[in-house]
Nanobody, 121 residues
Framework: QVQLVESGGGLVQPGGSLRLSCAASGSILSMNTMGWYRQAPGKQRELVADISRGGSTNYADSVKGRFTISRDNAKKTVYLQMNSLKPEDTAVYFC???????????????WGQGTQVTVSS
Protein backbone atom coordinates (compact mmCIF):
# COMPACT_ATOMS: atom_id res chain seq x y z
CA GLN A 1 0.00 0.00 0.00
CA VAL A 2 1.01 3.60 -0.60
CA GLN A 3 0.32 6.36 1.89
CA LEU A 4 0.77 10.13 1.79
CA VAL A 5 0.84 11.63 5.27
CA GLU A 6 0.61 15.39 5.72
CA SER A 7 1.65 17.44 8.71
CA GLY A 8 2.13 21.06 9.67
CA GLY A 9 -1.34 22.55 9.43
CA GLY A 10 -2.90 24.68 12.12
CA LEU A 11 -4.17 28.09 13.14
CA VAL A 12 -2.11 31.15 12.30
CA GLN A 13 -2.71 34.90 12.33
CA PRO A 14 -2.82 36.90 9.09
CA GLY A 15 0.70 37.64 7.93
CA GLY A 16 2.06 34.55 9.63
CA SER A 17 3.78 31.48 8.23
CA LEU A 18 3.28 27.73 8.18
CA ARG A 19 5.22 24.87 6.64
CA LEU A 20 3.39 21.81 5.40
CA SER A 21 5.10 18.47 4.86
CA CYS A 22 3.91 15.37 3.06
CA ALA A 23 5.80 12.09 3.25
CA ALA A 24 5.08 9.19 0.93
CA SER A 25 5.59 5.63 2.09
CA GLY A 26 4.94 2.12 0.89
CA SER A 27 5.87 0.09 -2.17
CA ILE A 28 6.85 2.98 -4.43
CA LEU A 29 8.88 2.35 -7.56
CA SER A 30 9.08 5.88 -8.87
CA MET A 31 7.55 9.28 -8.16
CA ASN A 32 6.76 11.97 -10.68
CA THR A 33 4.97 15.25 -9.99
CA MET A 34 4.17 16.10 -6.37
CA GLY A 35 1.96 18.94 -5.31
CA TRP A 36 -0.49 20.62 -2.99
CA TYR A 37 -4.15 21.33 -3.56
CA ARG A 38 -6.62 23.05 -1.28
CA GLN A 39 -10.35 23.10 -0.78
CA ALA A 40 -12.23 25.80 1.08
CA PRO A 41 -15.81 25.28 2.32
CA GLY A 42 -18.25 25.45 -0.56
CA LYS A 43 -15.53 25.65 -3.17
CA GLN A 44 -13.88 23.22 -5.56
CA ARG A 45 -10.47 21.75 -4.89
CA GLU A 46 -7.80 23.86 -6.59
CA LEU A 47 -4.12 23.50 -7.35
CA VAL A 48 -1.87 25.52 -5.07
CA ALA A 49 1.54 24.43 -6.38
CA ASP A 50 3.28 21.45 -7.87
CA ILE A 51 6.85 20.40 -8.56
CA SER A 52 8.25 17.95 -11.07
CA ARG A 53 10.77 15.25 -10.29
CA GLY A 54 13.44 17.53 -11.76
CA GLY A 55 12.40 20.51 -9.66
CA SER A 56 10.31 22.59 -12.07
CA THR A 57 7.59 24.42 -10.17
CA ASN A 58 4.14 25.75 -10.92
CA TYR A 59 2.06 28.04 -8.69
CA ALA A 60 -1.47 29.36 -8.59
CA ASP A 61 -1.51 33.10 -9.22
CA SER A 62 -3.04 33.70 -5.79
CA VAL A 63 0.02 32.31 -3.97
CA LYS A 64 2.90 33.40 -6.20
CA GLY A 65 5.54 35.24 -4.23
CA ARG A 66 4.17 34.00 -0.90
CA PHE A 67 4.36 30.19 -1.09
CA THR A 68 7.33 28.01 -1.99
CA ILE A 69 7.13 24.34 -2.89
CA SER A 70 10.12 22.01 -2.61
CA ARG A 71 10.82 18.30 -2.46
CA ASP A 72 13.36 15.85 -1.15
CA ASN A 73 13.37 12.86 -3.48
CA ALA A 74 15.48 10.73 -1.17
CA LYS A 75 12.95 11.22 1.62
CA LYS A 76 9.95 10.98 -0.72
CA THR A 77 8.71 14.22 0.83
CA VAL A 78 7.21 17.42 -0.53
CA TYR A 79 7.04 20.69 1.41
CA LEU A 80 5.00 23.86 1.15
CA GLN A 81 6.37 26.94 2.87
CA MET A 82 3.54 29.44 3.25
CA ASN A 83 4.38 33.03 4.16
CA SER A 84 2.29 36.19 4.41
CA LEU A 85 -0.80 34.09 4.97
CA LYS A 86 -4.20 35.65 4.35
CA PRO A 87 -7.66 34.67 5.62
CA GLU A 88 -8.52 33.57 2.09
CA ASP A 89 -5.81 30.91 2.34
CA THR A 90 -7.99 29.10 4.88
CA ALA A 91 -8.74 25.62 3.54
CA VAL A 92 -7.99 21.95 3.85
CA TYR A 93 -4.68 21.33 2.09
CA PHE A 94 -4.18 18.02 0.30
CA CYS A 95 -0.94 16.47 -0.82
CA UNK A 96 -0.92 14.86 -4.27
CA UNK A 97 1.57 12.62 -6.00
CA UNK A 98 1.79 10.84 -9.32
CA UNK A 99 3.69 7.62 -8.84
CA UNK A 100 4.06 4.02 -9.93
CA UNK A 101 4.06 1.22 -7.41
CA UNK A 102 6.57 -1.60 -7.21
CA UNK A 103 5.43 -4.28 -9.62
CA UNK A 104 3.20 -1.83 -11.44
CA UNK A 105 3.48 -0.26 -14.85
CA UNK A 106 1.02 2.62 -14.72
CA UNK A 107 1.40 6.11 -13.28
CA UNK A 108 -1.43 6.75 -10.85
CA UNK A 109 -2.70 9.55 -8.61
CA UNK A 110 -2.46 9.38 -4.84
CA TRP A 111 -3.83 11.80 -2.25
CA GLY A 112 -3.19 12.53 1.38
CA GLN A 113 -5.95 12.80 3.94
CA GLY A 114 -5.73 16.58 4.15
CA THR A 115 -4.59 19.02 6.80
CA GLN A 116 -6.53 22.08 7.97
CA VAL A 117 -4.98 25.52 7.61
CA THR A 118 -6.89 28.35 9.27
CA VAL A 119 -5.77 31.98 8.96
CA SER A 120 -7.59 34.15 11.45
CA SER A 121 -6.99 36.78 14.06
Amino acid sequence: QVQLVESGGGLVQPGGSLRLSCAASGSILSMNTMGWYRQAPGKQRELVADISRGGSTNYADSVKGRFTISRDNAKKTVYLQMNSLKPEDTAVYFCHCVLVKVGGSVWDDYWGQGTQVTVSS
